[in-house]
């Protein structure tokens, strides 16, 4: 929490991650005179964020009467992935008060999808999860124009190209919206609740059905000067890899990725090659990334292989990456996360191997804590930043 | 210039860019009442920061006095290379006020080299360029502690490793010192008043004996959490390459930097291949990458191929870096920067054809303008900084 930031902004940040706290404690934690303190914080009770909780446990004396964040606020947290939606309504505290979640293709379009999660935020609201929302934060599986709030020729949403996701939902619900890419969420997730707490410099390496990374650099969301920062899926592996889905020769995702991932296994199925997925694909027609995680968990060599090759691919990029922007953590997420211990050791290997001894010396390299939670952890917390930023 | 500067900052660096201003002028541009710009002045007045400087000129009614850096100020600025020391010495505004350039291997070790770099400094006031010293900014060819104003693992400056660098100087000249690797200088310099003047976001790739890159986020130089950011010239360019220096394959920096490309020219000299560089090679007993951007301004085939294959290199190693962190320029510089525009073109061609649309759509890739004096423009904005700081 920077001293360069509002006020009003640090003392909801405060009553946000803590919970309730007396006002000798946020005058002193904020380090400003009490009556500063006492006057932010009546403006901040007019305007419905922060309200009276009681008294505190006594410790010898006369006991002090709390504040916290108003009980009312309501945040909604959306993240759509290429295949689902997750939605959830948190309170101030970011505590889940509703949580919903289905199959939805993204490819269906903007109008159909924005319009399953109006109806399951209205369902929440029928539910009793809130009277009235506060903010909105979106996470969408493709690159964002964050100061416009919309998505920007998104490779696989079609239909989505500009399309005003944050005016609409500010529409239908009557507050302010903030959207931004599913990678980001997923680090501002992690960074808030999950293993890069209080972590400045980190990156988040999302391995799903395509490959993203989202930089925190210096506390903050790092998201470049176009808003497509991150876009790591398409740096090249292998000079004379695959052709990817993008048109170009030996992208990581064309080698490494959900999609990639398959497509291999369904080979050694085949082939004969892995016992384990072969079994798999007579059983239900078709294997998945999901199936060599468990075939490597029972001990198939060849479903070993394909995590290692895997992770020395990705582990080559990072390696490179590390040596750019020499972070002080490597977070891995997204469903491949579950390939785990197997997929981390190859990628420490790699990335120990090659970049700089002072900046590995002591770069923790490490599975995300929050996994399929941490895109709604990280709506979450945007919309409260924008919600908190209306107070001024 | 961010508002969440301290007001001192603000005012000695308005009247470091722009020169003499009347008042008026500083209230206005500063965005604080009179009487608090006037209070501010003096105090920095009485340190020795800044002085009258006489009557603007006259816009019709009372003619305002206008206020400057004091004249007095001095900063030297030094940029240490593989075998190479510069040294200026600059005025408040960075005008040069006398400069030195002279022979010197790093490898001769910290102890001979500073003193070099002493006795230079020594003759610069014998030579009346100045009373006293205010700050010295020194750039290194490895890398920096910037906090703790050391090299660390230097890998061409043997015996560097923690040497403390700007603690001696500060010792010998009584005065601040900062000390930073020489990239980053570089890269401030060329911001400061270069191509990437005002620009935030851009990479700053030193292509000499080695290669490096500065890297400006949100218009300030970032350094990684252990200070080693931008160490590009180890990223793995070619799976199956060459054995570099670092005991890793492929190494860009084994494939194209001063070093390498002297190796090919010289092959290419001693197998008939290239006309230029055989004549270049029979009448000096040796060749360079100096000789190959000749040969390439000549016309010779072999020449343009070499620079085109390491601008290819490069540009696919900088296609990954425009992906990961979408910058809004690229600024070519170092020694090997003299092979132009070729070395341009092709570099512009990977990285236009591999990163995204939305990254590369207004994505410049510059020379450097400043050239050689990159380096030590950057030390003396470097040195003036560490100055206005003290003045708080």
Chains 1, 2 share one sequence.
């Not at 799903?208 to 903050?220: A, M, Q, R, V």
Request: charged share 20%.
């Amino acid at each position: 929490m920077r001293k360069a930031h509002p006020l009003h902004l640090r003392l909801l940040w405060l009553l946000r991650d803590e919970g309730p706290l007396s006002r000798a404690e946020l005058a002193d934690r904020l380090q400003i005179p009490r009556p500063r303190l006492l006057a932010e914080l009546e403006r901040l009770v007019a305007l419905g964020y922060v309200a009276e909780a009681g008294l505190a446990k006594s410790r010898g004396g006369r006991r002090s009467t709390l504040v916290e964040l108003d009980p009312r606020l309501r945040f909604a947290a959306v993240d759509m992935g290429a295949s689902s939606i997750d939605v959830e309504v948190v309170n101030g505290r970011l505590e889940p008060v509703a949580a919903y979640a289905e199959q939805a293709d993204i490819r269906s379009g903007p109008k159909a999808t924005l319009h399953r999660v109006n109806e399951l935020l209205h369902k929440a609201r029928a539910d009793g999860a809130y009277e009235r929302l506060d903010a909105i934060g979106v996470g969408v599986p493709g690159p964002v124009s964050f100061r416009d709030g919309v998505p920007v020729s998104p490779p696989i949403m079609p239909g989505w190209d500009r399309f005003p996701v944050r005016e609409l939902l500010t529409r239908e619900h009557g507050c302010p919206a903030v959207v931004d890419n599913d990678v980001n969420i997923m680090a501002i997730g992690e960074r808030h609740g999950g293993v890069a707490h209080s972590v400045d410099d980190f990156l988040f390496v999302k391995i799903g059905t395509g490959i993203g990374c989202g930089i925190f650099l210096g506390g903050e969301v790092y998201r470049g000067s176009d808003g497509c920062a991150g876009d790591i899926g398409h740096i090249q592996a292998e000079p004379h890899g695959p052709v990817c889905s993008c048109g170009n020769v030996g992208c990581l995702e064309a080698l490494f990725s959900g999609a990639a991932l398959a497509k291999d296994a369904t080979a050694a199925a085949r082939s004969g090659t892995s016992p384990a997925l072969a079994e798999r694909l007579a059983a239900r027609g078709r294997v998945t990334a999901l199936d060599v995680a468990e075939g490597a968990g029972e001990g198939d060599v060849t479903c070993i292989q394909l995590i290692r090759e895997g992770g020395r691919r990705l582990g080559g990029v990072l390696a490179g990456l590390v040596s750019f922007a020499n972070p002080s953590m490597i977070v891995i997420g997204g469903g491949l996360a579950q390939l785990g211990h197997i997929l981390l050791a190859e990628i420490r290997s790699v990335v120990y191997r090659r970049s700089l001894p002072l900046a590995t010396g002591n770069l923790p390299v490490v599975l995300s804590e929050l996994g399929p939670r941490a895109g709604v952890a990280g709506a979450a917390v945007l919309a409260s930043d924008v919600a908190f930023l209306e107070a001024s």
